[in-house]
């Protein structure tokens, strides 16, 4: 019988953090999460955690899952966010049935990346589409044993139709070359006249053909979800070295951090602020979720929750990195300082599509009872 991730979590989460904190510099200097690293995630039911039940999968409830994404960004948020795809897996709940049978035949534990964007045209051939061209941002590729590839299709109302490939059908450029995520490996990809069979492509948000809770959670949501969980893990450890930092003494020999004013005031401000994003941004996993389990439909209310509640947490945590950054001190400048790999990384999952400054609007008018002005928005 397989081990369940909370039995798995006693014995070894706190062994993968630590080498995890030990291998991050690597991690950065090559620019990715590599595969031996990930192998280390899976006896721990990450790789599972958004499988099918019917392939042997162990599902976790959003809330759940989500704390693992929070918990391994407070040590690196890369890995953080290469972890977070684990969640991409309800995905492939749009996929026929026997496809999904092959996917999981060797066991649950699959690691997928996706490089959707730029969509790419495809010629239709009597089996499926052939395949070609260059994607961006297929994160966590390097680790991955299948990659999606983004294809228009008109028939899919603007979304994306997804080819999968196998990580050996894919060349991997490895061009990236940032401040923030240094290690999430979001490489371009280049496929080359591939012949891609029907089955083995889906329309990304599209019905799934897995009726299990999970499969019946919002898909758009809970990558929306997901990624924000990155910025709160960041912005945690941001918030912890602070107040450790506090009672140190700085190169002037002035009183230690914490024996001032303006930095007991806005590290307050700054640990309120993140901490009632987070209450927020749990407590509309948790309804959804029970929503979910009752067999009800989501509400567009509780879609405006979920993307709202999502997008607020990932500006509150870069904000309050900022702001913690902002009282102290000049060593800050330095890029071996932790704070510097903090506020790099704290910026990026508000960047993210799911996340961007148009979700507040989108969320507004589902919850004035108006049309999402978003096409495709929950």
């Known amino acids: 019988m397989s081990q369940t991730p909370k039995a798995a979590a006693s014995a070894t989460w706190d062994s993968v953090l630590a080498e995890l904190a030990e291998r991050r510099e690597e991690f950065h200097a090559q620019g990715y999460v590599p595969r031996d690293f990930i192998e280390k995630f899976k006896p721990l039911g990450v790789y ?34 290469v972890v977070a795809f684990a969640s991409a897996l309800t995905y492939l709940g749009a996929l026929p049935i026997d496809t999904q049978a ?34 961006k941002f297929a994160s966590g590729c390097m680790g991955a044993d299948l990659i999606g590839v983004g294809l228009l299709d008109e028939a899919s109302e603007g979304r994306p139709r997804v080819g999968l490939l196998h990580k050996p059908q894919v060349e991997i450029v490895q061009d990236w070359d940032v401040t923030g995520m240094r290690a999430s490996g979001s490489f371009d990809v280049v496929v080359r006249d591939v012949e891609v069979p029907r089955e083995w492509t889906f329309v990304r948000g599209g019905p799934s053909t897995i009726d299990e809770p999970l499969f019946r959670y919002p898909l758009i949501g809970f990558q929306a979800q997901v990624h924000a969980a990155v910025g709160l893990g960041v912005a945690q450890a941001a918030l912890e070295f602070v107040q450790r930092a506090g009672a140190r003494t700085g190169v002037t020999s002035a009183p230690p951090m914490a024996d001032r004013a303006y930095y007991r005031t806005n590290f307050a401000k ?90 507040y609007d989108g969320a507004g008018a589902l919850l004035m009872g108006r049309p999402s002005t978003i096409p495709g928005f929950p």
């Open 48 to 81: 599972r955690a958004a499988a099918p039940k019917r392939f042997g999968g162990e599902p976790l409830p959003p809330a759940e899952f989500i704390g693992i994404v929070e918990r391994v960004a407070k040590v690196d948020g890369s890995a953080g966010w």
């Open 102 to 135: 092959e996917i999981y035949r060797d066991g649950p534990d699959v690691v997928y990346a996706g490089g959707l964007f730029p969509m790419q045209p495809a010629a239709e051939t009597g089996k499926g589409f052939l395949v070609g061209g260059r994607w």
């Open 270 to 359: 700054a640990y309120a602020a993140l901490h009632s994003a987070r209450a927020f941004y749990y407590d509309v996993a948790h309804e959804v979720w029970q929503t979910v389990l009752t067999g009800d439909d989501v509400s567009p209310r509780q879609l405006a929750r979920i993307r709202l509640s999502s997008a607020n947490i990932a500006d509150v945590c870069a904000q309050v990195v900022h702001d913690l950054c902002g009282i102290s001190g000049a060593g800050i400048i330095n890029n071996s300082h932790p704070l510097q790999l903090l506020r790099q990384d704290a910026h990026v999952p508000q960047l993210h599509a799911t996340l961007g400054q148009a979700v």
